[in-house]
């Protein structure tokens, strides 16, 4: 029987170009909205804080409140 990773949220370690999967999944959830991104999609994240974004308005906005 194959492991599937099906409808779940996906953990994630964020580098400087790249992100590690710790825990398959589908999605990861943004920081911010809540929204469910899914994890061929993502573009946008923190190295510093380690968390996604659904947007690069999102992920500047969250940059700005935590410099």
């Known amino acids: 029987m194959l492991?599937?990773?099906g409808n779940?949220?996906?953990?994630?370690?964020?580098g400087?170009?790249?992100f590690r999967v710790i825990k398959?999944?589908?999605?990861?959830?943004c920081a911010v909205s809540g929204e469910q991104?899914?994890?061929d999609e993502l573009r946008y994240?923190?190295?510093?804080l380690q968390e996604p974004y659904a947007s690069a308005e999102i992920a500047t906005r969250q940059m700005m409140d935590n410099s």
Do not use: E, R
């Open 8 to 14: 779940n949220a996906a953990k994630l370690a964020y």
């Open 45 to 48: 994240w923190s190295v510093d």
């Open 24 to 29: 398959s999944g589908q999605y990861v959830l």
């Open 37 to 39: 991104i899914p994890i």
């Open 3 to 5: 492991m599937s990773s």
């Open 16 to 18: 400087p170009n790249a």
